[in-house]
């Protein structure tokens, strides 16, 4: 059964920082790419941040440049590390597992994973 487990997540005044994890079980996790997705009240989910399998690392742009996404194979963690936080930014995270073993593109679309967590809320306030 494989696990995705999100945390790190709450309340940080703007212009703060604010890192996310997310551990992975049940999977061979160094073999897919990972992604962070959020959504935020009354709007849809949408692509953060993902990294390949071989750590190359792709940004939504609205967060390319306060945004880093990194990985740990030997600890089949995930995570996310958030700066310069902004209101905007406020939404549930939720990290997913990719869906094509040693796939070396990158995984924008939601459909490109396979496995997810149950999410972590990040509320930034102005």
């Known amino acids: 059964q494989v696990q995705l487990v999100e945390s790190g997540g709450g309340l940080v005044q703007s212009g703060g920082s604010l890192s996310l994890s997310c551990v992975v079980s049940?999977?061979?996790?160094?073999?897919?790419?990972m992604g962070w997705f959020r959504q935020a009240p009354g709007k849809e989910r949408s692509f953060v941040a993902t990294?390949?399998?071989?750590?190359?690392?792709y940004y939504a742009d609205s967060v390319k440049g306060r945004f880093t996404i990194s990985r740990d194979n030997a600890k089949n963690t995930v995570y996310l590390q958030m700066s310069s936080l902004k209101p905007e930014d406020t939404a549930v995270y939720y990290c997913a597992s990719g869906r094509r073993a040693f796939y070396s593109g990158p995984s924008y679309e939601s459909d490109t994973y396979e496995y997810w967590g149950q999410g972590t809320q990040v509320t930034v306030s102005s």
């Open positions: 049940g999977r061979t996790f160094r073999a897919y790419a």
């Open positions: 990294i390949n399998w071989s750590a190359n690392t």
